[in-house]
């Protein structure tokens, strides 16, 4: 799988292992999904450490994911974006909705 996952004191937090595009997107999407609504979480946060690429099923996901959560009564964040990433987001207005956090310690202590 091309996610990993974390809950700690109803933070979760995804590790995206490669490059987001559509067929990789989906995967995710449904792995989240079921994650998200199996934990209710408080917190989301998505970690892009290690994504060097995204196309706009990426967008949709972290969209998506933003929705859901809130249906839930939490919040989704972004972690490790790199300036590719970043302007990607900028241009969208993904930031908008969603901020960039700097840890999942930070996250886990401001919750």
Do not use: W
Request: net charge positive; aromatic share 10%.
């Amino acid at each position: 799988m091309n996610v990993k996952h974390f809950i700690e004191d109803k933070v979760l937090l995804f590790e995206f292992t490669e490059e987001l595009d559509h067929h990789i997107a989906e995967k995710i999407r449904k792995r989240s999904d079921y994650e998200i609504q199996r934990f209710m979480p408080k917190r989301v946060i998505m970690d892009f450490k290690k994504v060097n690429f995204m196309d706009s099923a990426g967008i949709g996901l972290i969209i998506g994911r933003y929705k859901s959560t809130n249906c839930y009564g939490g919040t989704l964040e972004l972690m490790n974006v790199n300036n590719k990433i970043k302007r990607i987001f900028e241009m969208s207005g993904v930031l908008k909705i969603v901020p960039i956090t700097s840890d999942f310690r930070e996250a886990k202590q401001t919750g």
